[in-house]
């Protein structure tokens, strides 16, 4: 598998916040806490300008200190499976391609982070039940 190869330990174990920020830096991925309107946890972006891209993941600053990372890896797993499609890319889940790609990004998550990162994202309501 592609992303096994990408991250390493996945699959193995349960990741941790140092993963997260590990993982972030390798990928030159700029992570911001922000306060965000009731709703959105977070997103992951790309901008190309020219020949370079910038790449950013933004998490609500309500969800620190405890349910963050979660969300942070939901985002970080765009980076891994979903190729911009433009010169600017937002994931966020209001259309119903982003939700498909939400799905994936969360069924990436469980393989990554087990079962506690799956409830801890249906019990806050980001998932749907099942």
Do not use: C
């Not at 910038?54 to 979660?70: D, E, M, Q, T």
């Not at 498909?100 to 980001?126: H, M, P, T, V």
Request: glycine share 8%; hydrophobic share 35%; proline share 4%.
């Amino acid at each position: 598998m592609q992303q096994k190869k990408k991250i390493k330990g996945f699959n193995e174990r349960r990741f941790t916040q140092d993963d997260f920020f590990r993982l972030a830096r390798r990928e030159k991925i700029i992570v911001h806490f922000w306060h965000l309107e009731p709703g959105i946890n977070g997103f992951y972006g790309v901008n190309r300008k020219g020949r370079r891209s910038y790449r950013y993941i933004v998490i609500n600053a309500k969800l620190v200190p405890g349910n963050w990372l979660s969300t942070g890896f939901h985002e970080l797993m765009h980076h891994f499976l979903h190729q911009p499609a433009s010169k600017l890319a937002v994931y966020f889940s209001r259309d119903s391609i982003t939700a498909i790609q939400d799905r994936e990004a969360d069924r990436f998550l469980a393989k990554r982070a087990g079962a506690d990162a799956i409830r801890d994202r249906r019990r806050r309501g980001l998932m749907p039940p099942g």
